[in-house]
C-alpha cells in the first residue's frame, strides 16, 4: 500500500502559477507509476499528467499540454504539477493518485488507478 498527501493548491488570479506537491509514504515509492488528476465542480474527475516510475516519460491531456509540467523526485518519494498559465477553468479539486505496482505511465482512467489522496483545491479567479 501507498498513502498519498497533496499540498500546495490555494487561490491565484488567472495567469498566475502554482506548484502542487504530493507526498507518498508506505511501499517504495519508484515502484509506481503516477498520476494527477482535478474535478471541478459538477463535472467528472479528469485526467490531467502521469509519470513513469523513473521520471523519463510523461503524458498530459490536451488542456495541460505547454501549461502544466509533471516530475518526480524519487529520493523525496514525491510528485509534483507545476501549473502555469492558470485560466479559471482550472479551478478544481487536484488529487494525485497511483495505479498498482509496476504499471504503466499510460493510464489516463481514474478506474485505473488504486491509491489517491486527499485532493488539494485549486482556485484560479478572473
Known amino acids: 500500500q501507498v498513502q498519498l498527501v497533496e499540498s500546495g493548491g490555494g487561490l491565484v488570479q488567472a495567469g498566475g502559477s502554482l506548484r502542487l506537491s504530493c507526498t507518498a509514504s508506505?511501499?517504495?515509492?519508484?515502484?509506481?507509476?503516477m498520476g494527477w488528476f482535478r474535478q471541478g465542480p459538477g463535472k467528472e474527475r479528469e485526467f490531467v499528467a502521469s509519470?513513469?516510475?523513473?521520471?523519463?516519460?510523461?503524458s498530459y491531456a490536451d488542456s495541460a499540454k505547454g501549461r502544466f509540467t509533471i516530475s518526480r523526485d524519487n529520493a523525496k518519494n514525491t510528485v509534483y504539477l507545476q501549473m502555469n498559465s492558470l485560466k479559471p477553468e482550472d479551478t478544481a479539486v487536484y488529487y494525485c493518485?497511483?495505479?498498482?505496482?509496476?504499471?504503466?505511465?499510460?493510464?489516463?482512467?481514474?478506474?485505473?488507478?488504486?491509491?489517491w489522496g486527499q485532493g488539494t483545491q485549486v482556485t484560479v479567479s478572473s
Open positions: 509519470i513513469s516510475r523513473s521520471g523519463g516519460s510523461t
Open positions: 508506505g511501499r517504495s515509492f519508484n515502484m509506481y507509476a
Open positions: 493518485a497511483a495505479p498498482p505496482p509496476y504499471s504503466s505511465y499510460s493510464y489516463s482512467h481514474p478506474d485505473e488507478y488504486d491509491y
